[in-house]
């Protein structure tokens, strides 16, 4: 099971520098890792893609408390555990992009109610909870997190340069397979489309849809 310690000890070993036994030890690779992942290093790593273990959707209801005083007429808040934002739509199944919004201070703006926005969180239900990391995502993390305390380490700068080629490379890794997992999506059908389609909602591409993007 992923934890704290193994992330750090995984990182130590794409270092080239001995696990810790605890998180209670001492030492400059406590204490570099310690202030590595202090600034805000999980919701760096889980901003870094629409990541599928940590997605949640939720229904927005506008503020009863803010009354934007022009231009859009609600105003929702913006859920706190938000790192990365991977859709807004008018409907509970995601299929119609919300266009005409905006947000500013913590909130979204629009005219529509309610509103559903998909995102990556870092609750510890979510995105927070190191348990739910997939393989692929913990390989990036183990190198990401090494290449913060690298320097100090090993004043080697081709071992750094290594390094920071093998964070790009599971990254791209980690990405691909998050995209492999869940249904295959499309881009939504533009205006014309739809009214070529009329009220019957009936498919002129005879089952086929061109513009997969996932």
């Given amino acids: ?50 990541w599928k273990f940590a997605t949640r959707t939720a229904e927005l209801v506008a503020s009863t408390t803010v009354q934007p005083p022009f231009g859009y ?22 299929t119609e992009p919300l266009l005409a ?46 290449s913060r305390i690298i320097k100090p380490l090993n004043q080697s700068e081709s071992d750094r340069k290594t390094l920071y080629s093998l964070v790009k490379m599971r990254l791209t890794d980690a990405r691909s397979s998050n995209a492999m997992e869940g249904p295959t999506k499309f881009l939504p059908m533009g205006t014309f489309v739809r009214a070529r389609m009329g009220r019957g909602g009936s498919r002129i591409d005879r089952g086929r849809r061109n513009r997969l993007i996932g």
Wanted: charged share 25%; hydrophobic share 35%; glycine share 8%.
């Fill in 73 to 94: 007429a609600k105003a929702y808040d913006i859920p706190v555990d938000l790192v990365r934002t991977v859709g807004l739509c008018s409907d509970e199944f995601m």
């Fill in 101 to 146: 919004y905006d947000t500013e201070q913590g909130y979204i703006f629009s005219d529509v109610e309610p509103i559903y926005l998909s995102y990556v969180s870092n609750d510890t239900d979510y995105g927070g909870d190191l348990s739910r990391w997939p393989p692929d995502f913990v390989q990036y993390v183990h190198a990401c997190l090494a």
């Fill in 1 to 50: 099971m992923t934890t704290k310690l193994s992330l750090y000890n995984g990182a130590l070993l794409e270092c080239g520098e001995r696990p810790l036994a605890d998180l209670s030890e001492v030492g400059q690779p406590r204490r570099l890792l310690d202030q590595a992942w202090d600034a805000d290093f999980v919701d760096y790593v889980l901003g870094q893609g629409q």
